[in-house]
């Protein structure tokens, strides 16, 4: 583990608010069959627990997108690397994120998506930074909120390495 990192969330309190968040996706999607798209590589941990706590009948699929590249801080440039293989038209999407934190990315993610005419899109992201929001944009399921540091670690990185901590960390530079 890197020098200057501080426990931010444990094993157990992520299991207990994923937990929460599949029982809020839950209602909120009763009755219907809605696609999980995961914003990768950070959220693929997050959405694997998240996918073995719902019971909605459900698809999955994955969108790999670039603005950070090995810096802590987006560039500003968003790039799709990867697309999404299913039709979302007409469908109701569930946008899978690990932490939002500038608004930038997501926010270019979202109106990608919505270009792609789904019947209904909304987001889940496991971290929110409220204090560094750049872009409006409405997290409809959440899991914590977070400071504003840069964290690590439950599929969050660090120039690729730290994905496989089991908790969230703080990291300061």
Request: glycine share 8%; proline share 3%.
């Amino acid at each position: 583990m890197p020098n200057k990192t501080k426990i931010f969330l444990g094993k157990g309190e992520i299991k207990e608010g994923v937990k929460k968040l599949a029982k809020q996706i839950e209602r909120g999607y009763s009755g219907k069959s809605p696609i999980l798209i995961c914003i990768l590589k950070g959220a693929f941990v997050f959405l694997a627990d998240l996918i073995r706590e719902l019971t909605l009948p459900l698809k999955i699929d994955f969108l790999s997108v670039s603005s950070y590249g090995d810096a802590t801080k987006t560039s500003g440039v968003v790039k799709i690397l990867k697309d999404i293989s299913i039709d979302i038209e007409g469908e109701d999407v569930l946008l899978i994120e690990d932490v939002v934190d500038t608004g930038l990315t997501l926010s270019y993610i979202f109106d990608f998506l919505k270009r792609k005419n789904p019947k209904s899109l909304k987001i889940c992201a496991l971290l929110e930074k409220k204090v560094r929001r750049g872009r409006k944009i409405k997290i409809d399921y959440r899991g914590f909120y977070v400071p504003n540091k840069y964290v690590i670690g439950y599929g969050l990185d660090f120039s690729e390495r730290y994905r496989n901590l089991p908790g969230i960390y703080t990291m300061d530079f």
